[in-house]
Nanobody
Framework: QVQLVESGGGLVQAGGSLRLSCAASGRTFRSATMGWFRQVPGKEREFVAGIRWTSSSTLYRDSVKGRFTISRDNAKNTLYLQMNSLKSEDTAVYYC??????????????????WGQGTQVTVSS
């Protein structure tokens, strides 16, 4: 079983940066594929970035490529999302998620079986 707790969200001006963290508990974290998703009220949750347990493979949605970086520290059981050059359209609740049954990065939210409670990111223009 995996438990996930996000932190690091907040209010930032456009062009600024934030780093989200996701503290994970549970032995299966180290072998899980991890991902970040986001959701705006009234819209579907969307994939932002994913990383394999070896950190050798990452995947990003096109709109965040070159601005966001996903990373993980398996020794600390922590997942990160460094967000630079933030835009107003990045405003959303951000969720970290763990896919314990897959070995590749995946954009499909239904592959992820554990979710955090979410952290709000608001980018003012």
């Amino acid at each position: 079983q995996v438990q996930l707790v996000e932190s690091g969200g907040g209010l930032v001006q456009a062009g600024g940066s934030l780093r989200l963290s996701c503290a994970a508990s549970g032995r299966t974290f180290r072998s899980a594929t991890m991902g970040w998703f986001r959701q705006v009220p009234g819209k579907e949750r969307e994939f932002v970035a994913g990383i394999r347990w070896t950190s050798s493979s990452t995947l990003y949605r096109d709109s965040v490529k070159g601005r966001f970086t996903i990373s993980r520290d398996n020794a600390k059981n922590t997942l990160y999302l460094q967000m630079n050059s933030l835009k107003s359209e990045d405003t959303a609740v951000y969720y970290c998620a763990a896919a314990t049954g897959v070995v590749v990065t995946t954009v499909n939210e239904y592959d992820y079986d554990y979710w955090g409670q979410g952290t709000q990111v608001t980018v003012s223009s």
